[in-house]
């Protein structure tokens, strides 16, 4: 039990992190793997090191230092970003999935000989931003239908309203534009702009 706390403990500061920079890429895989992969963080690795020394060693006391030390390093770290997380259901069925997927593990990891539970730990966190996406591709396929509903309803609203639809395109300038074209059309019609960009 304590195995499985600790490893959910851990994993919630990647969840996190992982799930922010999947949102800001869009949710696109390629996008995502692009950042990533330069996005080299030492924390595992040294706690990779830590177990290795544990395993090879057999002393508790490590063993118990080991879990303390990457307890430690896994907590949120206060860094300012400049697109914070927004929590949409989609945001928390990735955490959810990652959540059990997690429970999961570290159940499996009840099974294994104590002193190999630190260098699978600290493969775990190592591998973590590709294995983050396999509850991902799990949920996949709900995904698509319910981006499939979304865009039925919109079709549908669009076909009773029959809006005007203005697209602005370009390399720069599209923002500035469109709050523009917002003030002038919003004094003679009833518009809608997109938030942001």
Request: aromatic residues 18%; positive net charge.
């Amino acid at each position: 039990m304590i195995l499985i706390i600790f490893l959910i403990l851990i994993s919630i500061n990647s969840i996190y992190k992982y799930t922010q920079i999947l949102q800001q890429q869009f949710y696109s895989l390629k996008r995502y793997l692009k950042v990533v992969y330069r996005h080299n963080d030492f924390i595992p690795f040294a706690i990779l090191v830590l177990a290795t020394i544990t395993y090879f060693n057999n002393y508790n006391l490590l063993y118990y230092s080991f879990m303390l030390f990457t307890l430690m390093c896994c907590f949120p770290r206060k860094k300012k970003n400049i697109i914070k997380l927004k929590f949409t259901k989609r945001v928390i069925r990735i955490y959810i999935t990652n959540i059990l997927f997690t429970i999961l593990y570290a159940i499996l990891l009840t099974r294994i000989n104590i002193f190999i539970q630190p260098l699978l730990i600290g493969l775990y966190l190592i591998l973590y931003k590709v294995i983050f996406l396999i509850p991902f591709f799990l949920e996949y396929p709900i995904e698509k239908i319910i981006q499939y509903r979304y865009i039925k309803k919109a079709r549908k609203k669009l076909e009773k309203y029959k809006p005007k639809i203005i697209a602005i395109t370009g390399s720069y300038a599209k923002t500035s534009t469109k709050e523009y074209l917002y003030k002038v059309l919003s004094k003679y019609y009833k518009v809608i702009a997109t938030p942001k960009s």
